[in-house]
């Protein structure tokens, strides 16, 4: 895949050869992806050429019979002439052939030992060399799951190679998902602004990573509406697991944040100096998780939160994860969440910039495609489409993954992964170091549920191999090129081998983009996460894992909101994937490729939120968009 950071695209790579980043030729690349994966393409392929030179040879010899037949009637010593003259030329003709079919031969035998479970010593993309074991550091061999499955979808894959690409798997595939317009920005019609005399002022210290924290600022823009409160712009608490000292200003901009909301709500950036030196703790302003329920309804916010305010004159949010539920919730500070999550939070300079490196790179254009990238890059990409255009002529298509299979969540799950003893002890170990209350429930549990039931009822992670067998079932070539975000994926390479078999051109950040390039990042788990949501979001196609997953919610929303109905989500549902897959030693792979695609078909269904349903996650509503014809 080049040296790591090239700026160029990476090749496919082969068995022994270390790929460069550009393509030269198509149809040497899908060669080169064959070889690897189909015993009987490879002769195929070759086969083509020798015949070529066996004719060749073949129809040169008969040319020169048919220039001497005449003379064999009448002169029979010419034909022993001949026989001498050209005797070296047939004794080495037909031992080129011979040795031909004997490569030919040879050829065949060696594709064919290489499978997927002694392909082993298979070259991993430059993009794995961060996809590192989190807990376990010895080094093991594949863990695969279903290996009939998987030996069927190497098999179509290879197949379907040098057919032409599917465009239906690079568009939204219900024509209604175009007629939803952005328009969170515009004041409702029932709207008559702020109050001009503040109850008092909210500070909030929110916790998580980004995805976590950029819900808790949208959650208390609308709150502090509600109130009629000062919101102070809100800090983000440090954590030992995210170990990120990022504040607000190094990811989002303040002034255009406030500016943008200054209509709606009251914005300062710091407290008063009177107000600083309180103790909140002490005067009863501290408001703890604890003291509101998750997902609360307005009414408890007047009913605790009111008269702290207008008692103190502050409050402060300690933590705030998903205090504020979706419904019910009046029309404009429902619209006000849509304005600050779609509208108002704009990354820095520092990282559009090098967002924009990032997806221009993946893509080979450097010019906009549509209203996704100039909201998430602004100024650092160019040449919008005109308005009902989309614009994707030159440019690289490729699909982004999320893939949900870090340490903690396979640990935390209780499902079994097919790893066998050692991980099963690994995984116990690993909850009794970190989820300690989650082994006293499980221990004093009336009723255990098994590893095969939890599977049943779709409680398990996807594991990369499920993933990879899904995106080939749904028709996606052998070369598609796949950007993963996240890279802490449980097993390291062990785990990923039966989804780089499949699909080889797998890459991260971390290929497109140099050391010195991300080096103003590097430390800054948030800020990174940026950019893996930068490239999810522009993505031609985003994929993901696990549909509970915050990052994922926020990455299909914006698709929603700004991709005017050309930015597919493929989002599985794992009961029903767990069912299909349980089928493994019988299934037939044209059952299982209808089963997934009714099951993706089914979740990109154009549907209005429902009741009680994320804004974030689902914005096609008339709180946040615009239904045209």
């Not at 160029?8 to 992806?33: A, I, T, W, Y």
């Not at 607000?248 to 009251?266: A, P, S, T």
Request: with cysteine.
């Amino acid at each position: 895949m080049g040296k790591k950071g090239s700026p160029r695209s990476p090749r496919p790579p082969s068995m022994h050869v270390k790929p460069s980043f550009g393509m030269k030729n198509h149809q040497d690349k899908c060669l080169e992806n064959l070889l690897g994966s189909d015993p009987s393409f490879g002769r195929r392929a070759s086969g083509g050429d020798h015949s070529w030179n066996k004719d060749m040879l073949l129809n040169g010899l008969k040319d020169d019979d048919k220039r001497i037949g005449g003379s064999v009637v009448t002169f029979s010593g010419k034909r022993q002439m001949w026989l001498g003259k050209h005797s070296r030329l047939m004794v080495f003709a037909f031992g080129l052939m011979g040795s031909l079919f004997l490569l030919d031969s040879l050829m065949f035998s060696i594709i064919h030992s290489i499978n997927l479970k002694n392909s082993s010593h298979q070259r991993e993309p430059n993009g794995l060399k961060d996809v590192q074991m989190d807990y376990v550091h010895e080094k093991k061999g594949p863990t695969i799951m279903y290996d009939r499955l998987l030996n069927l979808a190497s098999s179509a894959l290879a197949e379907k190679e040098f057919r032409g690409d599917s465009v239906k798997l690079w568009e939204e595939p219900h024509k209604q998902a175009s007629q939803w317009k952005p328009c969170a920005d515009k004041t409702g019609p029932l709207y008559q602004g702020k109050l001009t005399k503040s109850s008092g002022f909210i500070l909030v210290s929110a916790n998580g990573g980004l995805n976590q924290q950029r819900v808790a600022i949208c959650n208390a823009v609308a709150v502090a509406s509600l109130l009629n409160a000062t919101l102070v712009l809100p800090k983000f608490l440090y954590s030992n697991v995210w170990n990120d000292p990022s504040q607000f200003g190094d990811i989002y901009q303040e002034e255009y944040f406030m500016d943008l909301l200054k209509d709606e709500v009251n914005i300062v950036k710091e407290l008063p100096p009177h107000l600083q030196s309180l103790d909140f703790e002490a005067i009863g302003s501290l408001i703890t998780d604890a003291d509101i329920v998750k997902e609360a309804k307005p009414i408890d916010f007047v009913k605790i939160v009111y008269p702290l305010l207008l008692r103190n004159g502050v409050v402060h949010f300690l933590g705030f994860g998903n205090r504020l539920g979706f419904d019910p919730l009046p029309f404009h500070l429902q619209r006000l969440r849509c304005k600050c999550n779609f509208h108002a939070l704009k990354f820095v300079p520092k990282i559009q910039e090098i967002g924009s490196l990032l997806v221009k790179r993946i893509r080979k254009h450097d010019g906009a495609r549509s209203l996704l990238d100039k909201q998430l890059l602004g100024n650092y990409i160019s040449d919008l489409p005109p308005e009902g255009h989309y614009a994707s002529t030159g440019s690289s298509k490729y699909l982004a993954l999320h893939m949900r299979f870090e340490m903690d969540m396979v640990a935390y799950s209780v499902c079994d992964f097919g790893g066998g003893e050692t991980e099963k002890k690994e995984l116990q170990a690993y909850r009794e170091s970190h989820f300690p209350l989650l082994v006293e429930r499980l221990k004093n549990s009336s009723r255990s549920v098994s590893p095969e039931e939890l599977r049943k009822l779709g409680k398990c992670p996807l594991t990369p191999e499920e993933a990879a067998l899904m995106l080939s079932a749904l028709g996606f070539k052998r070369s598609t090129y796949i950007y993963l975000a996240g890279s802490n994926i449980y097993g390291g390479q062990s785990r990923m081998h039966p989804f780089t078999s499949l699909y080889p051109n797998l890459v991260t950040k971390e290929d497109f983009l140099t050391p010195s390039e991300l080096a103003p990042l590097r430390n800054f788990s948030s800020q990174l996460a940026a950019l893996d949501l930068i490239a999810c979001a522009t993505a031609d196609v985003f994929a993901m894992t696990d549909s509970g997953s915050q990052f994922s919610s926020l990455v299909s929303g914006y698709r929603v909101y700004y991709g005017g109905g050309h930015a597919p989500t493929v989002r599985p549902n794992k009961k029903r994937i767990a069912a299909i897959l349980s089928e493994n030693g019988t299934i037939e792979w044209a059952a299982f490729q209808d089963r997934v695609r009714k099951m993706i078909d089914e979740g990109q269904r154009v549907r209005i939120r429902g009741f009680g349903r994320s804004i974030y996650r689902q914005p096609r509503c008339p709180e946040c968009m615009c239904k045209g014809h």
